[in-house]
Protein backbone atom coordinates (compact mmCIF):
# COMPACT_ATOMS: atom_id res chain seq x y z
CA UNK A 1 0.00 0.00 0.00
CA UNK A 2 1.66 3.49 -1.23
CA UNK A 3 2.09 5.91 1.44
CA UNK A 4 1.16 9.85 1.81
CA UNK A 5 2.36 11.46 -1.17
CA UNK A 6 3.27 15.15 -0.75
CA UNK A 7 4.47 17.18 -3.80
CA UNK A 8 7.15 18.84 -4.52
CA UNK A 9 9.71 17.80 -1.86
CA UNK A 10 11.49 21.03 -2.30
CA UNK A 11 10.72 24.01 -3.57
CA UNK A 12 11.94 28.13 -3.45
CA UNK A 13 10.13 31.22 -3.97
CA UNK A 14 10.58 34.80 -3.70
CA UNK A 15 8.71 37.32 -1.32
CA UNK A 16 5.19 38.19 -2.85
CA UNK A 17 4.86 34.90 -4.83
CA UNK A 18 2.09 32.09 -4.30
CA UNK A 19 2.42 28.33 -3.69
CA UNK A 20 0.60 25.37 -3.89
CA UNK A 21 1.42 21.89 -2.43
CA UNK A 22 -0.28 18.81 -3.15
CA UNK A 23 -0.98 15.43 -1.03
CA UNK A 24 -2.21 12.48 -1.68
CA UNK A 25 -3.69 9.97 1.49
CA UNK A 26 -3.38 6.45 1.75
CA UNK A 27 -5.90 5.01 -0.65
CA UNK A 28 -9.06 4.25 1.63
CA UNK A 29 -8.54 7.09 3.84
CA UNK A 30 -10.59 10.40 3.79
CA UNK A 31 -9.31 12.49 6.31
CA UNK A 32 -6.00 14.74 5.43
CA UNK A 33 -4.49 17.19 8.07
CA UNK A 34 -1.67 20.01 7.07
CA UNK A 35 0.73 20.83 9.72
CA UNK A 36 3.62 23.49 9.27
CA UNK A 37 7.17 22.46 11.27
CA UNK A 38 9.42 24.99 11.93
CA UNK A 39 12.52 25.04 14.63
CA UNK A 40 11.24 28.02 16.18
CA UNK A 41 7.22 27.36 16.59
CA UNK A 42 7.59 23.36 15.89
CA UNK A 43 4.42 21.72 14.72
CA UNK A 44 1.54 24.15 14.33
CA UNK A 45 -2.03 22.33 13.04
CA UNK A 46 -3.51 24.54 9.49
CA UNK A 47 -6.10 22.84 8.73
CA UNK A 48 -7.95 19.27 8.50
CA UNK A 49 -10.10 18.12 5.50
CA UNK A 50 -12.66 15.03 5.83
CA UNK A 51 -14.71 13.91 2.77
CA UNK A 52 -14.18 17.42 1.43
CA UNK A 53 -15.17 19.48 4.08
CA UNK A 54 -12.96 21.60 5.94
CA UNK A 55 -13.38 20.57 9.73
CA UNK A 56 -11.11 22.36 11.57
CA UNK A 57 -8.58 25.02 11.20
CA UNK A 58 -5.15 26.70 13.06
CA UNK A 59 -4.33 30.22 13.79
CA UNK A 60 -3.14 30.93 10.23
CA UNK A 61 -3.76 33.87 8.47
CA UNK A 62 -5.86 34.16 5.34
CA UNK A 63 -3.24 33.74 3.00
CA UNK A 64 -3.19 29.95 4.19
CA UNK A 65 -5.89 28.10 2.53
CA UNK A 66 -6.62 24.62 1.05
CA UNK A 67 -9.06 22.47 -0.11
CA UNK A 68 -10.02 18.58 -0.66
CA UNK A 69 -11.15 16.72 -3.60
CA UNK A 70 -13.21 13.73 -4.16
CA UNK A 71 -10.72 11.61 -4.48
CA UNK A 72 -9.34 12.62 -1.26
CA UNK A 73 -6.00 14.20 -2.55
CA UNK A 74 -5.75 18.01 -1.17
CA UNK A 75 -4.25 20.76 -1.44
CA UNK A 76 -2.66 24.25 0.29
CA UNK A 77 -2.05 27.08 -1.23
CA UNK A 78 0.03 30.11 0.56
CA UNK A 79 -0.94 33.51 -1.28
CA UNK A 80 1.80 36.56 -0.73
CA UNK A 81 4.54 34.28 0.62
CA UNK A 82 6.21 35.93 3.23
CA UNK A 83 9.85 34.94 4.71
CA UNK A 84 8.25 33.60 7.67
CA UNK A 85 6.55 31.21 5.56
CA UNK A 86 10.15 29.11 5.06
CA UNK A 87 9.26 25.46 6.88
CA UNK A 88 8.25 22.32 6.03
CA UNK A 89 4.99 21.71 5.47
CA UNK A 90 3.63 18.37 6.57
CA UNK A 91 0.44 16.42 5.24
CA UNK A 92 -1.11 12.93 7.23
CA UNK A 93 -4.01 11.03 6.40
CA UNK A 94 -5.85 9.26 8.34
CA UNK A 95 -9.31 6.41 7.24
CA UNK A 96 -11.79 8.52 10.26
CA UNK A 97 -11.99 11.34 11.69
CA UNK A 98 -9.26 12.64 12.94
CA UNK A 99 -7.13 11.07 16.20
CA UNK A 100 -10.04 11.04 18.55
CA UNK A 101 -11.77 8.06 16.33
CA UNK A 102 -8.90 6.56 14.67
CA UNK A 103 -5.76 7.45 16.43
CA UNK A 104 -2.55 7.50 14.86
CA UNK A 105 -1.69 9.41 11.63
CA UNK A 106 0.52 8.77 8.69
CA UNK A 107 2.29 11.06 7.15
CA UNK A 108 3.78 11.92 4.06
CA UNK A 109 7.91 13.28 3.68
CA UNK A 110 6.59 16.92 3.64
CA UNK A 111 7.60 19.36 1.22
CA UNK A 112 10.25 21.87 2.09
CA UNK A 113 9.30 25.73 1.36
CA UNK A 114 12.13 28.34 1.23
CA UNK A 115 10.91 31.92 0.74
CA UNK A 116 13.57 34.79 -0.37
CA UNK B 1 -0.52 26.40 20.38
CA UNK B 2 1.31 23.50 22.30
CA UNK B 3 -0.07 21.12 24.46
CA UNK B 4 2.49 19.16 25.01
CA UNK B 5 6.31 20.14 26.09
CA UNK B 6 8.51 17.47 25.99
CA UNK B 7 11.38 17.06 28.02
CA UNK B 8 14.48 17.04 27.65
CA UNK B 9 15.32 19.20 24.67
CA UNK B 10 18.02 16.87 23.62
CA UNK B 11 19.40 13.89 24.65
CA UNK B 12 22.84 11.90 23.64
CA UNK B 13 23.88 8.73 24.66
CA UNK B 14 25.85 5.54 24.29
CA UNK B 15 24.51 2.92 22.36
CA UNK B 16 23.58 0.03 24.32
CA UNK B 17 22.02 2.45 26.93
CA UNK B 18 17.91 3.01 27.88
CA UNK B 19 16.98 6.64 26.51
CA UNK B 20 13.94 8.57 28.39
CA UNK B 21 12.06 11.19 27.27
CA UNK B 22 9.15 12.93 29.43
CA UNK B 23 6.09 14.55 28.12
CA UNK B 24 3.55 16.96 30.39
CA UNK B 25 0.76 18.11 28.40
CA UNK B 26 -2.46 20.82 30.03
CA UNK B 27 -6.13 19.53 29.51
CA UNK B 28 -7.73 16.09 29.70
CA UNK B 29 -7.08 13.67 26.83
CA UNK B 30 -8.73 10.74 24.92
CA UNK B 31 -5.30 9.52 24.07
CA UNK B 32 -1.47 10.35 23.62
CA UNK B 33 0.88 8.98 20.92
CA UNK B 34 4.36 9.36 20.28
CA UNK B 35 6.01 9.96 16.90
CA UNK B 36 9.47 9.95 15.39
CA UNK B 37 10.73 11.81 13.05
CA UNK B 38 14.47 11.35 11.20
CA UNK B 39 15.87 14.83 10.04
CA UNK B 40 13.76 16.90 7.88
CA UNK B 41 11.44 13.55 7.22
CA UNK B 42 7.93 12.55 7.41
CA UNK B 43 6.56 11.34 11.50
CA UNK B 44 6.61 7.93 12.13
CA UNK B 45 3.37 6.59 14.41
CA UNK B 46 5.22 4.48 17.16
CA UNK B 47 2.52 3.89 19.95
CA UNK B 48 -0.99 5.51 20.86
CA UNK B 49 -1.91 5.04 24.33
CA UNK B 50 -4.93 5.72 25.79
CA UNK B 51 -6.54 7.70 28.50
CA UNK B 52 -7.85 4.62 30.62
CA UNK B 53 -4.09 3.17 29.75
CA UNK B 54 -1.19 3.03 32.20
CA UNK B 55 1.53 1.39 30.36
CA UNK B 56 2.24 0.10 26.84
CA UNK B 57 4.77 -1.78 25.14
CA UNK B 58 6.01 -2.19 21.64
CA UNK B 59 9.48 -3.80 21.17
CA UNK B 60 11.63 -2.33 22.79
CA UNK B 61 9.55 0.93 23.05
CA UNK B 62 8.08 1.27 26.75
CA UNK B 63 5.41 4.40 27.21
CA UNK B 64 3.78 4.89 30.56
CA UNK B 65 0.75 7.16 31.70
CA UNK B 66 0.13 9.35 34.41
CA UNK B 67 -3.31 11.38 34.21
CA UNK B 68 -3.21 12.25 37.45
CA UNK B 69 0.17 14.49 36.72
CA UNK B 70 -0.63 14.92 33.17
CA UNK B 71 2.47 13.56 31.95
CA UNK B 72 4.06 11.01 29.93
CA UNK B 73 7.23 8.82 29.52
CA UNK B 74 8.48 7.20 26.15
CA UNK B 75 11.54 4.54 26.99
CA UNK B 76 13.72 3.08 24.67
CA UNK B 77 15.89 0.32 25.53
CA UNK B 78 19.25 -0.99 24.32
CA UNK B 79 19.39 2.27 22.31
CA UNK B 80 20.93 1.75 18.27
CA UNK B 81 22.29 4.54 16.16
CA UNK B 82 19.40 4.35 13.99
CA UNK B 83 17.07 5.56 17.04
CA UNK B 84 18.88 9.13 16.60
CA UNK B 85 16.05 11.07 15.60
CA UNK B 86 13.52 13.81 17.11
CA UNK B 87 10.63 11.98 19.26
CA UNK B 88 7.31 14.09 19.60
CA UNK B 89 4.10 13.59 22.11
CA UNK B 90 1.15 14.40 20.45
CA UNK B 91 -2.59 14.73 22.61
CA UNK B 92 -5.78 14.43 20.88
CA UNK B 93 -8.80 15.48 23.17
CA UNK B 94 -12.03 14.54 24.32
CA UNK B 95 -13.48 17.93 22.27
CA UNK B 96 -15.01 17.58 19.80
CA UNK B 97 -13.24 17.73 16.37
CA UNK B 98 -9.76 19.17 17.37
CA UNK B 99 -6.92 17.95 16.11
CA UNK B 100 -3.79 16.49 17.09
CA UNK B 101 -1.98 18.55 19.36
CA UNK B 102 2.18 17.97 18.66
CA UNK B 103 5.22 18.97 22.04
CA UNK B 104 8.27 20.72 20.23
CA UNK B 105 10.16 17.03 20.46
CA UNK B 106 13.04 15.96 21.99
CA UNK B 107 16.36 15.47 19.82
CA UNK B 108 17.81 11.87 20.72
CA UNK B 109 21.66 11.33 19.75
CA UNK B 110 22.95 7.72 20.11
CA UNK B 111 26.60 7.73 19.45
CA UNK B 112 27.89 3.90 18.42
Known amino acids: KAGVTQTPRYLIKTRGQQVTLSCSPISGHRSVSWYQQTPGQGLQFLFE???????NKGNFPGRFSGRQFSNSRSEMNVSTLELGDSALYLC???????????????FGEGSRLTVL | SQQGEEDPQALSIQEGENATMNCSYKTSINNLQWYRQNSGRGLVHLIL?????REKHSGRLRVTLDTSKKSSSLLITASRAADTASYFCATATNSGNTPLVFGKGTRLSVIA
Open chain 1, 49 to 55: YFSETQR
Open chain 1, 92 to 106: ASSYGRGPLITGELF
Open chain 2, 49 to 53: IRSNE
